[in-house]
């Protein structure tokens, strides 16, 4: 089967973002669970993958390790199926300017979506993470002293290192990638093509250090749960705030809204009842 031209990407993004919120609450929630859990699936391989790695001697080559490894998250967020917060944000506000739905759905999917990538998040950082001793604490010797001192690094770089200006931007930057990760595994109609699709722009993402709310979910409270100093909640908190509303706006202003003007501004009506529209990848973007 070819793949989609960017004018029918446009038109199955908006037929899905409008289908995730005619679901009611408690699957929209147990579907987030998992994406927050996928996601801290890849944050975890990819400390485990670059920890250890002197960056001395590799130089900047430890976050090309942590970006390739860390699509795992949306790889199994987009090929499984589940509801990922980021990749909501540009696909349910486009069901939105389509007239499909309102804002007040937008804003309730993206809050419920929210709630289940965050409880996902700390499941898997309490219990798989640290309960389990792949990340160790500051006394761990061997693989477990690794993976903490990499996790360190991660999360005092993004709960300290950054001002409150450059963790906007860098949430900005993020989910304008990955919204065009998700925008793109549209396009294809094959498992393979969807994961090259996903694999660049997540991989490019991490390796520059951007922040995305969901990721941070996982790094920063597995980071207070394995003992990591001078990070607190509130440092957290405040992270979380910052990333999620550059996310919104890397979302929104860069990916649904470019791609509703230059593709759905004037296309009529019609063709969001096209096949394109029905096809599985609708249902589980």
């Not at 002197?54 to 900047?60: A, I, L, N, Q, S």
């Not at 309960?131 to 061997?142: H, K, M, P």
């Not at 999360?155 to 001002?163: D, I, P, Q, T």
């Not at 490019?204 to 922040?211: H, L, Q, R």
Request: proline share 4%; hydrophobic share 50%.
């Amino acid at each position: 089967m070819p793949d989609r031209e960017p004018q029918e990407i446009a038109q199955v993004a908006a037929a899905t973002g409008a289908k995730k919120t005619r679901r009611t609450w408690d699957r929209v929630v147990v579907s987030a669970f998992l994406a927050g859990a996928y996601i801290a699936f890849g944050g975890l391989v990819a400390i485990t993958v670059s920890s250890g790695l002197d960056p001395e001697t590799w130089g900047t080559l430890p976050t090309l390790f942590t970006g390739a490894t860390f699509t795992l998250g949306l790889v199994l967020v987009l090929i499984a199926g589940s509801d990922l917060a980021t990749g909501n944000m540009a696909l349910v506000p486009l069901g939105a300017m389509r007239g499909k739905i309102g804002v007040g759905d937008v804003a309730k999917n993206l809050s419920l979506v929210l709630v289940g990538n965050l409880l996902g998040a700390l499941f898997v950082a309490y219990f798989l993470a640290v309960q389990t001793g792949v990340i160790g604490d500051s006394g761990a010797t061997g693989t477990g002293g690794l993976t903490y001192e990499r996790l360190a690094s991660i999360s005092e770089g993004k709960a300290l290192g950054e001002s409150a200006w450059q963790t906007f931007l860098r949430a900005v930057g993020c989910n304008w990638l990955v919204c065009l990760a998700v925008w793109m595994s549209l396009a294809a109609k094959t498992v393979s093509g969807k994961i090259l699709a996903i694999f660049f722009p997540i991989m490019a993402f991490v390796a520059m250090g951007f922040d995305h709310v969901v990721a941070n979910m996982f790094f920063l409270p597995a980071a207070i749960f394995a003992g990591v100093p001078d990070i607190g909640w509130g440092d957290v908190l405040l992270n979380w705030l910052l990333a999620g509303v550059g996310n919104l706006v890397g979302a929104v202003v860069f990916v649904a809204t470019s791609y509703w003007y230059l593709f759905l501004k004037d296309a009529p009506d019609e063709a969001d009842t096209s096949e394109n529209t029905r096809t599985p990848d609708a249902e589980r973007a």
